[in-house]
């Protein structure tokens, strides 16, 4: 499957991966519809297209998820119809559970978790109602291996999978795929974005974050995934790969790795 003349709507697409998928996704002649709480943002996306004409932007604020039946009405309206739907939006967080109110846990599972899912049940009618389509998600490598400072931002990503994994059974029949897309450290500003223990951002990029893949090249990786359908894909450094599979096969040294990981 290509992505000519494909209908692909892909939230967060303001910055960091969801920009640059977009961008890869224009060259290879996608209609796009693009979302974000900054419609400024959307726009200069917009334009740095290939193809401007064929993008709409529909500002979207994943924690205000009360209207999203009338946006999914929205971006049917101007195409037609939505092929594939890419929950790309979120938060990342930087701090000890100690130090994390409540509050802030909150927001970052309205955010990451019960917004795109609320997302994903506005647009699930109309895949079924046409009997295809496809859900992108992208959670992280922390979806699968918990680590240090992100308790919370963790356990938003491995209830997406326990989420996306029980939808893609229940909607086999309908001919709906499901790819949970899994980054390890991209050179994007998730760690200037990330709320800190009381909700106020971080401010700072991590060395980790500024030395990861460039969002460019993850996002052709990421395109090619989609387009193959396939159901999970890690697209990290090898260290990172190595956890998920250390922690499979070997859990008392994976314990033993993670402990000794550097907080930042």
Request: with cysteine; charged share 25%.
């Amino acid at each position: 499957m290509g992505f000519e003349n494909k209908v692909v709507w892909i939230t967060g697409a303001s910055s960091g991966i969801g920009k640059a998928l977009a961008l890869e996704l224009s060259q290879q002649n996608a209609l796009l519809i693009i979302s974000a709480r900054n419609e400024d943002a959307l726009n200069e996306v917009k334009e740095a297209c290939y193809h401007p004409e064929s993008v709409k932007v529909l500002p979207l604020d994943l924690a205000d998820y009360s209207n999203f039946r009338d946006k999914v009405d929205d971006a049917i309206s101007w195409f037609g119809r939505i092929d594939i739907l890419v929950n790309n939006g979120g938060v990342s967080q930087r701090a000890f559970a100690k130090d994390t109110v409540l509050e802030v846990d909150k927001s970052i599972m309205e955010i990451n978790y019960m917004g795109t899912i609320a997302l994903t049940k506005a647009v699930l009618p109309h895949f079924i109602e046409k009997q295809q389509g496809h859900f992108v998600t992208t959670t992280s490598m922390v979806g699968k291996i918990g680590t240090p400072l992100r308790s919370t931002y963790a356990a938003s990503k491995h209830a997406l999978h326990g989420f996306f994994d029980s939808l893609r059974a229940e909607v086999h029949n309908d001919n709906i795929d499901v790819t949970l897309v899994c980054p390890g450290y991209v050179t994007t500003n998730i760690s200037m974005n990330a709320l800190t223990g009381d909700g106020s951002e971080q401010q700072s990029m991590d060395k980790a974050t500024a030395n990861g893949i460039k969002p460019d090249r993850f996002a052709k990786i990421m395109a090619r995934a989609i387009a193959k359908k396939k159901q999970e894909v890690y697209i990290a450094g090898a260290k990172e790969k190595l956890g998920v599979y250390v922690k499979r096969w070997i859990p008392r040294l994976y314990t033993y790795m993670i402990r000794k990981l550097s907080v930042t």
